[in-house]
């Protein structure tokens, strides 16, 4: 079955930090994956595409197609990136347009 | 400039009632989804629609239905509610071609079933 993994429930840094939140798919092809993020108290919302291949926040993402994984990470976390982050794979051959998250990371920067 | 709306942000409703969750956007997409969002579950797909009154199963589809009547709006009913249906509601909309477009969310509706 098509599915996106986030391994991690929870992940918790200190301000300053690397932080890596993990993200694994399981699609042929070429997959199109993007991470969104939720901050306390506001909507979901795009942060990043690897078709962009932008960092967001100082965010960036890769996509490496030998580990079917697509990692988010961030060199110096802030405690202002504490959010619920998900990885997410939008379909792109004809068929179903049906989008697929993964279960989600909660992050929390500590001071 | 909200895109995607949901009618309510919080709803209470009575076991066996019929509910009815509402999601509007105004960025002419063709696709539009309802999500149920529990903690460590993820956003798990109920049902999604990629046309006027056309629909398609998601992941967790037994106890709702779904309306399409028109490009913009697509509802969410929940035929006889149940307590296990207390959840957050998400509504998103995409463009036709997914692949490399943004999925746009509502704010959420709290759902409580007592």
């Known amino acids: 079955a098509q599915r996106v993994t986030q391994p991690e429930k929870l992940l918790s840094v200190f301000k300053g930090a690397p932080v890596e939140l993990k993200c694994n798919y399981s699609y042929s092809g070429s997959p199109e994956l993007f991470w969104y993020v939720q901050y306390s108290r506001q909507r979901l919302q795009l942060l990043l595409r690897?078709?962009s291949r932008e960092s967001i926040k100082g965010f960036t993402a890769d996509l490496n197609k030998g580990e079917t994984s697509f990692h988010l990470k961030k060199p110096f976390a802030q405690e202002e990136d504490s959010a619920m982050y998900y990885c997410a794979h939008h379909p792109t051959q004809g068929g179903s347009e049906k989008l697929v998250f993964g279960k989600g990371t909660k992050l929390t920067v500590n001071p | 400039d909200v895109k995607v709306t949901q009618s309510s942000r919080y709803l209470v409703k009575r076991t066996g009632e019929k509910v009815f969750l509402e999601c509007v956007q105004d960025?002419?997409?063709?696709?539009m989804f309802w999500y149920r969002q529990d903690p460590g579950l993820g956003l798990r797909l109920i049902y999604f629609s990629y046309d006027v009154k056309m629909k398609e199963k998601g992941d967790i589809p037994e106890g709702y239905s779904v309306s399409r009547e028109k490009k913009e709006r697509f509802s969410l009913i929940l035929e006889s509610a149940s307590t296990n249906q207390t959840s957050m509601y998400l509504c998103?909309?995409?463009?036709?071609?997914?692949?490399?477009?943004?999925?746009?969310f509502g704010q959420g509706t709290r759902l409580t079933v007592v």
């Open positions: 998103a909309s995409t463009q036709i071609g997914t692949g490399r477009t943004e999925a746009f």
């Open positions: 690897h078709i």
């Open positions: 960025m002419d997409h063709e696709n």
